[in-house]
Nanobody
Framework: QVQLVESGGGLVQPGGSLRLSCVAS????????MGWYRQVPGKERELVAG???????NYGESVKGRFTISRDGAKNTVYLQMNSLKPEDTAVYYC??????????????????WGQGTQVTVSS
């Protein structure tokens, strides 16, 4: 079994910063890519930041220049550094990852896993 667990959310004032973390654990063989999405009630989940298959990164238009995604491969952890936060950044933030599992002698094809989400609230 594979699990993604996010942490680091909370309440922050406008203009402040937060760093989210997401740790993947379980029978992991390798992680192809990781990313962050967010969702507010009544709206679709939207991309915040993600790793591309070519090894690059892409960002949602509203967070470019303010948010940075990074990964520690040794720790199976992806981070989202969020600076200059705005009230409209308030949402539940989810990480996801394309993970190949080791099941005995078999390595599976990549499967997309999601974390349970962490709430970020930007308010004075």
């Amino acid at each position: 079994q594979v699990q993604l667990v996010e942490s680091g959310g909370g309440l922050v004032q406008p203009g402040g910063s937060l760093r989210l973390s997401c740790v993947a654990s379980g029978s992991i063989f390798s992680i192809d890519r990781m990313g962050w999405y967010r969702q507010v009630p009544g709206k679709e989940r939207e991309l915040v930041a993600g790793e591309t298959s070519g090894g690059g990164t892409n960002y949602g238009e509203s967070v470019k220049g303010r948010f940075t995604i990074s990964r520690d491969g040794a720790k199976n952890t992806v981070y989202l550094q969020m600076n200059s936060l705005k009230p409209e950044d308030t949402a539940v933030y989810y990480c996801n990852a394309d993970i190949r599992e080791r099941r005995g002698v078999v390595v599976t094809t990549p499967y997309l896993y999601w974390g349970q989400g962490t709430q970020v609230t930007v308010s004075s």
